[in-house]
């Protein structure tokens, strides 16, 4: 069945600095992909997506490309800040609308 | 215009009580989901409503598990004779059309059950 790998977690970084989180997909067919984000005391908020290969998802200064040689949407942003503290989940679907979600990556900015 | 909410925000219940999860969709979103979230984990497929016909139970843990939207908006999820392995966040999720999977689905905040 599909199933999503992402960087395990936790993640601390300094403000500024470079934030990567890895993410791997095995799917059936050719499956959308997603990044949510779950800041603290909020709900899931879609952070970007993309639909099929090669596309490049952005939003808030994060990006990530849709790799199908690779099977990866490695999530990226060049400069993070404290308000970037949050839960990440890299995310999945395939020809139906079941969101297939990762185990979530919890990453911490501080000042 | 509002989001999706949830009631309530928090849940404790006894084991072996009977609990009742609602779910209000974004106005007008045809298609509504519900996901289980366990600690430390991604959420996970329950069901899936269009409009108010149930289209797929599939990812429902085990009969006690019961989930309604009988006008085709607001949705309950039931869940009767509650075990401890309930415990979870169960969240709710609408996207506007039916099914497409490239439909953004956008998640209410979640009802935080505990099973004591």
């Known amino acids: 069945g599909d199933s999503v790998t992402q960087m395990e977690g936790p993640v601390t970084l300094s403000e500024e600095a470079f934030l990567t989180i890895n993410c791997t997909y095995t799917?059936?067919?050719?499956?959308?992909l997603f990044w949510y984000v779950q800041y603290p005391g909020e709900g899931l908020q879609l952070l970007l997506k993309?639909?099929?290969?090669?596309d490049k998802g952005s939003n808030k200064g994060f990006e990530a490309t849709y790799r199908k040689e690779t099977t990866s949407f490695h999530l990226e942003k060049g400069s993070v800040q404290v308000s970037d503290s949050a839960v990440y989940f890299c995310?999945?679907?395939?020809?139906?609308?079941?969101?297939?979600f990762g185990a979530g990556t919890t990453v911490t900015v501080r000042a | 215009g509002a989001g999706v909410s949830q009631s309530p925000r928090y849940k404790v219940a006894k084991r072996g009580q009977d609990v009742a999860l609602r779910c209000d969709p974004i106005?007008?979103?045809?298609?509504l989901f519900w996901y289980q979230q366990a600690l430390g984990q991604g959420p996970e497929f329950l069901t899936y409503?269009?409009?108010?016909?149930?289209?797929?139970k599939s990812g429902l843990p085990s009969d006690r598990f019961f989930a309604e939207r009988p006008e085709g908006s607001v949705s309950t999820l039931k869940i009767q004779r509650t075990q401890q392995e309930d415990s979870a966040v169960y969240l709710c999720?609408?996207?506007?059309?039916?099914?497409?999977?490239?439909?953004?689905?956008?998640f209410g905040p979640g009802t935080r059950l505990t099973v004591l």
């Open positions: 999720a609408s996207s506007h059309r039916d099914r497409g999977g490239t439909d953004t689905q956008y």
């Open positions: 799917a059936t067919g050719y499956p959308s």
């Open positions: 993309a639909t099929k290969a090669d």
């Open positions: 995310a999945l679907v395939t020809n139906d609308y079941k969101l297939s």
């Open positions: 106005s007008g979103h045809v298609s």
């Open positions: 409503f269009q409009n108010e016909a149930q289209l797929d």
